[in-house]
């Protein structure tokens, strides 16, 4: 089982940058890729992000070129790094985490608001 905390979300004006960071912990030997997502209010959980354990990295067009996923192994911590923020990507954004065995684990989730 992996259990994940996330932290960096928080209110910023448009054009503004955020960085998420989201740190697991249990099983962590087994953590394969690493990813976000988000879910805006109304609207189904989105893809965003992730990177996979040898650091190939893919994203969702909509943040490409704004958003950058980056992991650190050593401390078993992802991070998306969001500059440009448009009042779009104002949502809740959620870390998972994949093992080798196929499980999932999801964060608690950490509120983005991004104003006009």
């Not at 401390?75 to 809740?92: C, F, H, I, R």
């Not at 608690?108 to 991004?114: E, I, K, N, P, R």
Request: contains cysteine.
């Amino acid at each position: 089982q992996v259990q994940l905390v996330e932290s960096g979300g928080g209110l910023v004006q448009a054009g503004g940058s955020l960085r998420l960071s989201c740190a697991a912990s249990g099983s962590i030997f087994s953590i394969n890729d690493m990813g976000w997502y988000r879910q805006a209010p109304g609207k189904q959980r989105e893809y965003v992000a992730m990177i996979s354990r040898r650091g190939t990295t893919d994203s969702n067009d909509s943040v490409k070129g704004r958003f950058t996923i980056s992991r650190d192994n050593a401390k078993n911590t992802v991070y998306l790094q969001m500059n440009s923020l448009k009042p779009e990507d104002t949502a809740v954004y959620y870390c998972k985490v994949t093992t080798v065995g196929g499980r999932t684990s999801w964060g608690q989730g950490t509120q983005v608001t991004v104003s006009s």
